[in-house]
């Protein structure tokens, strides 16, 4: 139970005053943190941004405001990506995610966004409307369906087929990258309850994305031959024909085709391990946001129903400013933690400035920036069409701003509005409390 009835600041001192000692303590005050994130995210930062917007607690420091939040976001060489590395290298492999700013990043990125292009946009789209069709069309309306299953089944289903994975199956996906990001990604604390099914994961889908590559070489080159780990550290691949890729092509094939050229050359196993990132960062994330949207519009029928009306015009811009304003009130996670690898004094020039000691994890809290009244004009209101670049930090900023956000772009309103265009929804179950991921069914009915 959350204790909403006085101050946060105030629970927070007094969980460590009442420890039996110092252990007990921060244990005590992570977990009043870990609650209030995800049941009352709002009104735990507004209180934090007010009182104490840097909060040092036992295992991160949180930042709340707008401006020290871009600061660390955008301050790479400062604040960096280290406490994920460990762990993406175990459970997914050699990304370009956990590389600090230089040559090899550049190298990767280039690469990546080659094989990823946004020129791709209008064919995920078309992948997402059949994929959506195909779920919606096997779910009872009236009787009502489950809004996580559906979230979660959409983008592995899309997602797997625009990368050359469509042979996994589904469910199975959605699992497996569910247990790889708690591991990879959510385990700050490197328990081994959630590496062990990271574990498990990892090594029950890699195998299978090996063989898909090896067909897909096979049938791009028209042998039967594998290259030689010698062949791949010293030379590039045989050249590969456009003509026997797709039309258009997977990204895997696109790998596959620039190996023949030794600037754009990506080893097998790191070519798995990107193809094994972009599926594990779609999934979780894009499920929660798309559960997040329908319940938000839930509790504001008015809204709803204007919402309602923009999907079934195919209004698709119009839609989108209701999404995003949505996910700014329920936003899929509250930011994203970095190591502050120097000293380093957030808010300078402020009463609050803190020097931050090298060595801390810093939590961004993005959902509280896009609600710091400096910045946002009226942020307790829902006001469809803010300035996307002030109002919609969900995407980070900086060296990692998500790669895939523009595909997010599309696949988040454009799964939301495919239930809408049904007709208007009702909930079967209570309202979820809790704004992460989604791990109980939430039903509704759709009354056209």
Known sequence: MVDQTHSFIAQFQ???????????AAQAQMQLIGQWIAVCPLEFFSELREHAPILA????????????????????????????KHNMEQFIGNTVVELPPSPEYERRKSILRLAFPM?????????????????????????GFDVTDYAKKLPAAAMSRYLGLGELPVDQVVQWMHD?????????ANLPRLNEPAAAASAAVKPLIRDILERTRK??????????????????????????????????????????????????????????????ACIDL?????????????????????AIAAAQNNKDTELAGYIWEALRFRQPSP????????????????????TIPAGTQVMACSIS???????????????????????????????????????????????????????????IDPLPKLQGYPTQPFRIRVAS
């Open 286 to 306: 894009t499920a929660t946001a798309i559960t997040n949207v329908v319940v938000e519009l839930l509790h504001r029928p008015n809204i709803l129903q204007e």
């Open 369 to 427: 920036a896009m609600h710091d009244p400096s910045v946002i004009d009226q942020p307790t209101e829902f006001i469809v069409g803010r300035p996307a670049h002030l109002a919609y930090t969900f995407f980070e900023a900086g060296l990692h701003t998500c790669h895939g956000k523009y595909f997010s772009q599309v696949q988040i309103p454009l799964a939301v509005q495919q239930i809408l265009k049904l007709g208007t929804p009702s909930p």
């Open 180 to 188: 790889i990001n708690e591991g990879a990604v959510r385990n700050l």
């Open 335 to 354: 930011g994203v933690i970095n190591t502050c690898v120097q000293d380093y004094t957030l808010g300078k020039g402020t009463p609050y400035a803190q």
């Open 219 to 280: 049938r791009m080159k028209g042998q039967n031959s594998t290259p030689s780990f010698w062949q791949r550290l010293f030379k590039p691949q045989p050249a590969i024909a456009p003509s026997s890729l797709s039309d258009p092509p997977t990204v895997l094939e696109r790998y596959l085709h620039m190996q023949s050229v030794a600037s754009t050359f990506t080893a097998d196993e790191d070519i798995i391990s990107s193809l094994l990132f972009m599926l594990s």
């Open 119 to 143: 020129q791709d946009l209008e064919r995920y789209r078309q992948i997402l409307i059949e994929e959506a069709a195909l779920l919606l069309k096997r779910v009872d309306l009236q009787t």
């Open 57 to 84: 607690a036992p295992a991160f420091t949180l930042v709340t405001r707008y401006a020290d939040v871009q600061q660390v976001l955008t301050l790479n060489d400062i604040f960096t990506t280290d406490l994920l």
């Open 14 to 24: 007094e969980a460590a005053a009442q420890a039996e000692n110092p252990k007990a």
